[in-house]
């Protein structure tokens, strides 16, 4: 009995399973396509084995992602298990022509290959590229860095970077005005592009990306004057661009990022945007208009006082800023003027700042930016990310009393507060005791030892003693927590991650922190 209803159940599966599979055929084929669409190219082409309506489904793979993950070889057997197989350009190449080769070229809405190769592939590159213009395809994205985009500022700040062969170089026929007319989003990593005399421009392009570029000044700016309709703005990491400029009105462009160019002097463009990432040396930025300047991130490499950069630089000609990130190097104080200046529409800002100074001897003052307090009275949420790069000096009841700004600025908008990077020392306590005293409706203060500064601009955490988070706990706890009557205030205890690595270099810090605080 038991076994005739085992088979019984099995029978009404199978059945289901070839009803589902039969209605499934059934669809038309666009539908079919649309939903293999949906699929990693890779995926979608798997599906070819399964009848022979489905051997030619695929074909009509609107976005094709020709890169490391979908073109992957099969798996290896080792004695520790299954392991991907290396991927070399041969095979990639190989793998790629044999998907575009099979493939319908109609409607491809976006294509990317994204591989390490250089201007030896040329021939195979140009023949992929050859297809996207043939396939009228709408968004294009070549990246033949064969890197991640984080690496290209280590490759910089280091100089670790070997150029074995150069890059390649867009035919010519990549800029005919035929394709032109389709191209809606571009973009360009590791490649060489120069415009021929006769270019007419992207006429429909809304996205222009230009990262580790081969460019010339005269050609970025002649590729500005001929995309009318740009939103969004990309150059970075090119090493040759010197100015960022054009004469003809951008009145599209709303988003601009420009991301570590070394020779970078000048930005000056005819446009209005709205939002504006910035990071690499203080240069002048020039606009048509910033009235449309809502969110803004600068992290600047130049030694710079972020309150300074802010109430009397390009930060202070914007009036109606919103959210703001700022990155500076801190080593001098600057006077600020007295004057009425406000922010007054920034409701959330972030402050990363590095404090440093000659022989470990600092001549700032953390407690100088109690003043946002007065210019953005109006903010709701502020994050202070700190790195103090100079010698370790935290609080003690012995070092004094604490300074205290009398009377205190009552702010009423400020609801969240994060302060990382809080090492202990003295003026980073009397800065989180007046932000805590003069907030009024203030809902969380969060503090944390850890270092948060973005942009690898930090060493690892593991290059900093024990003591630094040890200290900056104790403090945080006794000296701001105890001051804290309304229970809003919590500081996270830290261990640095690295430290959990077991490794020499780990052990070796373990053990030179441990003999500190036993002298000690």
Known sequence: MMRNSEQCLR????????????????LPMDIL?????????????????????????WCGHTNLTLNRGTMRKPYDKTLVGYQWRLLRDK???TRVDTVLHQHSGMGVQRMEIKFGLHSKHACHIDRWVNFAIA?????????????????????LSEGTRIISEPPYNLPSQFFSPNYGSYLRCLELTTVSLQLPADFKGFL?????????MSITDEDVRCMLSKCNLLEFLEISYCRTVTSI?????????????????????????????????????????????TSRLTNISILLFTRQYALSYMVTGFLGTLSRLETLTLLCKECERTILPGGPFKFTYLRNLRLELVFSGHENIRNTDVLDYAYLLKIAPFMETLELSMWMNCRHQPYHEEDGELRIIDPPHQHTHLRSVRISGFFGHRDQVELALHILRSSVVLEKMVITPKLEISNGVTLSDCFYEEEHYVDGHRVAAESVCNADHRNVVTVERVVPSCWETGDKTTKAIKERALKRRRAK
């Open 245 to 289: 400029r054009t004469p003809y009105p951008l009145d599209r462009l709303k988003h601009l990022v420009v991301d570590i160019c070394p020779v970078l002097d000048e930005i000056d463009l005819n446009c209005s945007p709205t939002t504006l990432k910035y990071s690499g040396d203080m240069v002048p930025l020039k606009f048509a208009s």
């Open 33 to 57: 396509s649309k939903i293999l669409s949906r699929l990693p190219i890779n995926e979608a082409v798997r599906t070819s084995v399964l009848s022979r309506k489905w051997k030619y489904v």
């Open 204 to 212: 429909n392009l809304k996205s222009l990306s230009l990262v580790d």
């Open 135 to 155: 396939s009228k395809t709408k968004e294009f994205v070549v990246d033949l860095s064969g890197q991640d985009k984080g690496s290209f500022f280590t490759d």
């Open 91 to 93: 095979e990639f190449i």
């Open 11 to 26: 029978g009404k599966i199978a059945k289901r399973r070839e009803v589902e599979k039969e209605s499934l055929c059934n």
